[in-house]
């Protein structure tokens, strides 16, 4: 059984204090998804800051720049020990490509977590999406994601 979240009210957009229902999906919106190899940190640097060598050393990584910050994820034995960041994260990624016109994808995968009470820090990518979850929730979060219907493999 795989679920998506629904916002009520006239905007149909996910507000403060917004009333949410879970929604039954077609079993074929149900996704697969592979928990990839090593530890993942999340870090923080300036704004203003060049993009380190060391965020893109991996296979997987990813930057994002706003006025407030520099944010990375990368694998954490690659971020130095003076950097600001939070260690200790799987990746789970789902597998394929995905359209632009699904919807509910993120909210298939985040809602039985947050129902579980496991924390996700998600990253999109324009061919699919990763879920990072601590690494002592990972189990939790895979048994979760499969209740919901999803296949999670190593």
Known sequence: MVYAVRAHGPERRLALGQFLELVHLPEEQALKLIVLDGEFAVARLEPSRPIPAWATRGAVWSVTRTPEELSVVCAAADVPGD????????????????????????????????????????????????????????????????????????
């Open 83 to 154: 950097a600001r960041s939070e260690p200790g994260w799987r990746c789970l990624r789902v597998a394929g490509s995905l359209d632009f016109s699904l919807t509910g994808i993120l909210a298939s995968l985040t809602a039985p977590l947050a129902k579980a009470g496991v924390s996700v820090f998600a990253v999109s990518t324009y061919d699919t999406d990763y879920l990072l979850v601590r690494q002592a929730s990972l189990d939790q979060a895979v048994g979760c994601l499969r209740a919901a219907g999803h296949e999670v493999v190593s």
